[in-house]
């Protein structure tokens, strides 16, 4: 096995609080007052967009404390800025955070947007949806640029108009960004659903610019359950407060709604129609894709939908050519599971700085977890994917 100090770890999921400013200091004019802003009401930040449109609380959705110290049980709710780890929101100190664990480069999500973008689905005016994406794009793409590419943030999506999200791809490109964050479920708002031919251009764009698609856990309000569906209410103190035990099986049945949206890239014959695309699972762990991959297999010659839908290959084979899979706090698969579900297939993240992130404890993690594996698969899993992936330069 290699050491892994000489190794440039890449972490394929965290999260940044987006700045207070990230809207209002780069929209055009035009669209400035309407941009994502910060409004105090009732003595508290809240983000605000359009004329009065109420997004929610303004705070860091960080357990890591000021200090360094992470908070684990439900105190981080409601923390202020100024109560969280700068590292939250301010990304020249999380590069302070990625050199104190040896990563070398780290894949940034949404907070405020949702992990799909689909919270400015509120408005009601879609072009002000699409100057929202728009301008975080532009921020993103700063960001990685003054990180020296070590800050990979994936670009947002105006998922609700197929043709706009087709050209904000070529955008991003463009821009220098390295993969795009994509709702699970348009057809929440009536969208196609993503197996629909009406999404052929996006996936075609997608597959020739070399842009991976990223499903994040909680990319719609279909799939997003943390809250809602996952516990039953008599686990709750009244029908609306949430308790540690509903917010921790919420947080851990989060992590399988996954196997449902790539269920469904595969049967739908998505990857079949368009093999050069490149998808992602994020924060969703790696443990039941086997037992997903042998069920869907099975099922699909016990239902004879071979014949009907005229996959070339099991849908297992799709998995291994164009899925990734990513993990952060398992143990019993990565260290079991490796071979089954493929080495070319599997990442590592820390989710940082988010409830469940791995922090403080990256080495320890990783020094365990990777003692029984191959010098391939630790160059693979911890390095070599990611980079092939998202396009990184490890020489320069």
């Known amino acids: 096995m290699p050491d892994l100090a000489d190794l440039k770890i890449i972490d394929v999921d965290s999260h940044i609080s987006e700045p207070f400013d990230l809207w209002t200091s780069r929209a055009p ?32 959705v960080s357990v890591v404390n000021k200090d360094g110290s992470k908070c684990r049980g439900l105190d981080f709710f409601g923390w202020s800025h100024e109560e969280a780890h700068p590292s939250s929101f301010d990304m020249n100190a999380r590069l302070g955070v990625l050199d104190r664990f040896g990563i070398h480069a780290q894949v940034l999500y949404p ?38 590419s070590r800050l990979l943030p994936m670009a ?6 197929i043709s706009e999200s087709v050209d904000e791809v070529c955008r991003a490109k463009a821009l220098g960004l390295r993969g795009i964050v994509m709702c699970s479920d348009p057809d929440t708002i009536g969208m196609p659903d993503l197996g629909d031919d009406a999404w052929t251009p996006f996936w ?24 809602g569906r996952a516990a039953w209410p008599s686990m709750r103190s ?7 035990r509903s917010i ?19 049967c739908s014959g998505v990857l079949d ?18 037992f997903m991959l042998e069920s869907l297999d099975y099922e699909w010659f016990e239902s004879g939908s071979q014949a009907e839908y005229e ?11 164009q899925v990734f899979g990513c993990f952060w706090f398992e143990m019993a698969a990565p260290t079991h599971l490796v071979d089954v579900i493929g080495e070319d297939n599997l990442m590592f993240e820390t989710d940082y700085p988010h409830p469940t992130c791995l922090y403080p404890g990256v080495p320890e993690y990783l020094a365990e977890v990777t003692k029984e594996w191959s010098e391939s698969q630790t160059r693979k899993i911890l390095q070599d994917n990611a980079a092939q992936l998202y396009g990184l330069d490890l020489d320069g």
Request: charged share 20%.
């Open 238 to 244: 009244t029908q609306k407060r949430q308790t540690r």
């Open 248 to 266: 921790a099986l919420g947080s851990a049945a989060l992590f399988f709604e996954n196997a449902r949206v790539l269920g469904n890239l595969i």
């Open 111 to 148: 907070n405020l947007a949702g992990f799909g973008n689909q919270a400015f689905v509120r408005l009601d005016d879609q072009e002000l949806r699409r100057q929202c994406a728009i301008v975080y794009n532009d921020a993103m793409a700063e960001i990685q640029a003054n990180s020296g």
């Open 311 to 321: 996959l070339a290959m099991p849908p297992s084979a799709y998995f291994r050519r």
């Open 29 to 60: 004019a035009a669209w400035r007052d309407r941009m994502p802003r910060i409004e105090t009401r009732d003595g508290l930040r809240h983000w605000v967009v359009d004329r009065d449109t109420d997004l929610g609380r303004a705070w860091p």
């Open 273 to 290: 129609r368009h093999p050069g695309v490149k998808v992602v699972s994020v924060e969703s762990g790696i443990g039941w894709i086997p």
């Open 204 to 227: 075609e764009v997608c597959a020739d610019l070399s842009m991976p698609v990223n499903f994040h856990i909680g990319a719609s309000d279909t799939a997003f359950n943390m809250y």
């Open 156 to 161: 947002l999506m105006p998922w609700w108009n």
